[in-house]
Nanobody
Framework: QLQASGGGLVQAGGSLRLSCTAS????????MGWYRQRSGSQRELLAR???????HYVDSVKGRFTISRDNAKNMVNLQMNSLQPEDTAVYFCNVFPVLRDYWGQGTLVTVSS
């Protein structure tokens, strides 16, 4: 499993930084992604970063979220700025494409208006 951390309660317009650690065998071989699941919705991909650092974002977070990876620490991060109430969700990391066995519990982000 991949363990995400860093969630919490923040006011609209605020920022949070999420982190996810993985074993070296997982991290070094895979594109990594951040996903979220809002209440009543399916889990969705937000951003991904390949081994070389090339990134891709969905439109809803482009310009607000930044994904990065620290290869020395086997860690992938998600810097989230200008958070809005609609960003409230449980956030997860996984490889891309996802592997079901790698889902962890995620970290809850709550954005108040």
């Amino acid at each position: 499993q991949l363990q995400a951390s860093g969630g919490g309660l923040v006011q609209a317009g605020g920022s949070l930084r999420l982190s996810c650690t993985a074993s070296g065998s997982i991290f070094s071989r895979n594109t990594m992604g951040w996903y979220r699941q809002r209440s009543g919705s399916q889990r969705e991909l937000l951003a991904r970063i390949n081994i070389g650092g090339l990134t891709h974002y969905v439109d809803s977070v482009k310009g607000r979220f930044t994904i990065s990876r620290d290869n020395a620490k086997n860690m992938v991060n998600l810097q989230m700025n200008s958070l809005q109430p609609e960003d409230t969700a449980v956030y997860f990391c996984n490889v891309f494409p996802v592997l079901r066995d790698y889902w962890g519990q995620g970290t809850l982000v709550t954005v108040s208006s």
